[in-house]
């Protein structure tokens, strides 16, 4: 199985100040079909996953530009520019690349 | 609207079964691969099951083999999750979601598994 591995655990960050979470896996997630299925999901507190970025640097529909993810190969990265008090959750990356489909631990991202 | 609900979920004895079910509207369900993702109280996200468009493919956590059944019925846009032989670890909010980027998710069915 890829074991996803992220950092850090807890990430207490100002408002209007940027955010930065990290996000490793334990194999390369390039897929056989060329893509790479790394997405980021926040999961808002009392609220189901929601999906934020997908194949590395996609935002999904409805999700402001504040949010961009990075990286390549094993190595991936989610940005917020600005943090808003909106922002406040649990943020997940996850691998679509190889059955089983696996999560990362989570990153709280909190308001200082 | 894209929309996924889910029901069935409920408090039920260990060794007990359970039907958890997920209707989706808004888009052609037909096409879509289809997941179970479930988070154990105060924990993360653990994908349980897949199932593929048209049924073609399936695959289950180690956690649940044996023991959960996913199936799909497309004329009734509605993806299922048999759950047999529960223990307590299967307690969970279990969300269905859709695709392999697990694009949209519903707002979960909570199963609690207790004697």
């Known amino acids: 199985d890829i074991v996803m591995t992220q950092t850090p655990l807890s990430s207490p960050v100002t408002l209007g100040q940027p955010a930065s979470i990290s996000c490793r896996s334990s194999?390369?997630?390039?897929?056989?079909?060329?893509?790479?299925?790394l997405s980021w999901l926040q999961q808002r507190p009392g609220q189901p996953p929601r999906l934020l970025i997908y194949?590395?640097?996609n935002r999904f529909s409805g999700v402001p530009d504040r949010f961009s993810g990075s990286g390549a190969g094993t190595d991936f990265t989610l940005k917020i520019s600005r943090v808003e008090a909106e922002d406040v959750g649990v943020y997940y990356c996850?691998?679509?690349?190889?059955?089983?489909?696996?999560f990362g631990g989570g990153t709280k991202v909190e308001i200082k | 609207e894209v929309q996924l609900v889910e029901s069935g979920g409920g408090l039920v004895h260990p060794g007990g079964s359970l039907r958890l079910s997920c209707t989706a509207s808004?888009?052609?369900?037909?096409?879509?691969?289809m997941h179970w993702v479930r988070q154990a109280p105060g924990k993360g996200l653990e994908w349980v099951s897949c199932?593929?468009?048209?049924?073609?493919?399936?695959y289950y956590a180690d956690s649940v083999k044996g023991r959960f059944a996913i199936s799909r019925d497309d004329a009734k846009n509605s993806l299922y999750l048999q759950m047999n032989s529960l223990r307590a670890e299967d307690t969970a909010v279990y969300y269905c979601?859709?695709?392999?980027?697990?694009?949209?998710w519903g707002q979960g069915t909570t199963v609690t598994v207790s004697s």
């Open positions: 808004g888009f052609t369900f037909s096409g879509y691969g």
């Open positions: 194949k590395i640097s």
């Open positions: 996850m691998q679509g690349t190889q059955f089983p489909l696996t």
């Open positions: 199932i593929g468009p048209g049924g073609s493919t399936i």
């Open positions: 194999q390369s997630l390039v897929h056989s079909d060329g893509n790479t299925y």
């Open positions: 979601a859709r695709s392999r980027q697990v694009d949209v």
